[in-house]
Each structure stands twice: as C-alpha cells, then as structure tokens.
C-alpha cells in the first residue's frame, strides 16, 4: 500500500484518527509478512513493545517520547555489546605464549 502524502496524513490524525491508525496497522501487516518467521517473531514481539508504550502514553508526543526512548536504549545496548566484543578480540600483550623475533633474524631461524 502506498503511503499518503505528510498532509494528507496530517489532516488524518486531526480529523479522522482511526483511519491513520488503519493505515499503520496495514503498514505493519505488510511489513511483518515481508519478513522471514524468525524476524516476525522478534518483529511481533517489538510491535507488542510499542503498542504498549502507546497504550502508556498521555497523548502523541508521550507516545513519540517513549518510542524515541526504547530506540535509544536499544542503541546504547548494541553499542555496548559491540564495545565488549571488540575488547574480547584485542590479543593479550603480555601473552607468554608469544615470541618476538627480529625481522634481520627471522632466515636463521629456520
């Protein structure tokens, strides 16, 4: 389904905000069936996520506000596993297993 222009959507959530959440919800079913069943499971289970921060929400920009945040915390913990992973292939410098050996020595050595 092709989206509407940001006006017209606009002028839907002013005057007619069940038509724009249909809208969202044929979105979100065209999406999900896009996707692999490994990918609409965790898809599901995010969607459930922002439906119930939707459902938290005083109005519209509360609802922005938690969405904004769950996007944020969910970077901060990828970000923070990257970080840990990236440490974790760091070689040890102090590995005793380790020989230097001169690049003018190398020929002797075999």
Sequence with gaps: MELPDFDTLKELAATEPAQLETILQQQIDELMARAGPE?????????FQIDGQRRLAKNNLD??????????????????????????????????????????????LK
């Design 39 to 47: 990918q609409q499971r965790r898809l599901l289970g995010l969607q």
């Design 63 to 108: 609802s922005c506000i938690r969405i904004a945040n769950m996007m944020k915390d969910s970077f901060y913990l990828m970000q923070t596993e990257m970080m840990q992973f990236k440490e974790e292939e760091l070689p040890d410098e102090n590995d005793s297993s380790s020989k230097i050996v001169r690049l003018a020595d190398y020929q002797y």
